[in-house]
């Protein structure tokens, strides 16, 4: 079907557009059924103030994992993706997976919907080794950290812990390669479903040609298919607290945690923790990011382009700080530093996995504020939508 093009635009039996989390895990995937396969996206910018074109939100050294989840889905997605990294580390010979341990706190639960109730539930479906304290309770376990009185803490002490996504995408992408697929290091600009294939146009004006096409594009898979699926973007901010080696060294065996008040009243909730990790630049930082309640979305991808060259939101960059120094008390920090994300959240919570156009272009986007831990099950649910698996 695709040889007449040959001769003026190069041509893949699949393309994946999206070179971050899910694009890559796909593509992994792919590559072991067929050895055309192109996998479309940027690399990380050197100079963010000087890239004009779209950014990865997998630019990071911690994002948590675990399998304590307060949706049974978001579990099983994780638990999948936890499965496989042994392997991906192996064939890849790049580690990115710490297992060392994660928190869930909240108040402590009055109802069965309450935050800690469901997650406790969802836990024991899914038979996971995890202890229930409470947060005066916890000061003899970890004296380290603190939490408020009258909340519950779910401490998750196998397979939980923190990855690495710059290393998991790497590592992804590092096998798919060695499977046979083509790495293209431009952006795509333009899809087009027509009778001979999915024309892709680059961002140097070339354009390729393939028989299917998933994205996986994450904040930006709405604007480049021209087409709403409900995502609210959600610009977020996160804290670097950059520490001494003595520091570091103090808090290393810090689990990473995840903190909600659940209040209305608090302009930040929501808050994640990683314990000392080890950034390009030799520092160790602790992070802390959240949930700002008044968020103005941007509507464009030059608007959310115009948010990854900013420091983000200082109102909450201001609430990360407070709840960062409240967790550790008595942390000493060198400097805090401020960097944007996003989130791309659905209408129902869960990730979308679509087929836009038979037998053509499929989608694969959505993480919620949770896709990274997650990343290499949604992908391969992509990958297999794509393929016509089950």
């Known amino acids: 079907m695709l040889n007449k093009y040959e001769k003026t635009m190069k041509t893949f039996e699949y393309a994946i557009i999206g070179a971050g989390l899910f694009g890559s895990a796909a593509a992994r995937y792919v590559s072991q059924h067929s050895d055309s396969v192109a996998i479309i996206g940027n690399d990380e910018p050197a100079n963010w103030q000087a890239h004009s074109e ?63 109730a469901k997650t406790a539930a969802v836990g024991f479906a899914h038979q996971l080794m995890f202890q229930n304290y409470t947060s005066e309770q916890f000061k003899d376990v970890l004296p380290k950290m603190a939490f408020p009185e009258g909340f519950s803490v779910l401490y998750e002490t196998e397979l939980a812990g923190y990855i690495n996504p710059r290393d998991l995408v790497k590592a992804q992408l590092n096998i798919a390669v060695g499977q046979g697929a083509t790495l293209i290091r431009q952006q795509a600009n333009d899809v087009s479903a027509g009778s001979e294939g999915v024309t892709i146009t680059l961002s140097d004006r070339s354009t390729i040609l393939a028989g299917k096409v998933l994205v996986a594009a994450g904040a930006w898979s709405e604007f480049l298919l021209n087409q709403s699926f409900g995502f609210e973007l959600r610009p977020r901010t996160i804290v670097l607290a950059r520490l001494s080696q003595s520091e570091a060294e103090r808090l290393k065996d810090l689990p990473a945690a995840i903190l909600y008040y659940d209040d209305p009243a608090r302009e930040v909730d929501g808050f994640y923790m990683l314990p000392p990790i080890q950034y390009p630049d030799g520092h160790f930082y602790l992070k802390i990011g959240g949930h700002l309640r008044d968020l103005v979305p941007p509507k464009s991808a030059e608007e959310l382009n115009a948010w990854f060259k900013s420091n983000g939101s200082e109102k909450e960059a201001e609430g990360l700080k407070e709840a960062m120094f409240d967790m550790v008390p008595g942390l000493q920090a060198e400097e805090l530093i401020t960097r944007p994300c996003v989130v791309s959240a659905t209408p129902d919570g869960d990730p979308l996995w679509k087929e836009l156009v038979q037998n053509q272009i499929y989608i694969c986007a959505g993480g919620c504020g949770a896709g990274a831990k997650s990343s290499n099950e949604i992908g391969r649910r992509g990958a297999m939508m794509m393929l016509g698996s089950n």
Not at 59 to 84: H, M, V
Not at 100 to 110: H, K, Y
Request: charged share 25%; hydrophobic share 30%.
């Open 54 to 116: 779209n950014f990865g939100s997998h630019y990071d050294q911690g994002r948590i994992t675990r399998g304590l989840d307060s949706n049974a889905l978001w579990s099983e997605l994780a638990l999948a993706s936890i499965e496989a990294y042994a392997e991906i580390e192996e064939r890849s010979r790049i580690k990115f997976y710490h297992e060392v341990g994660s928190l869930q706190v909240g108040p402590s639960p009055q109802k069965t919907d309450d935050y800690i």
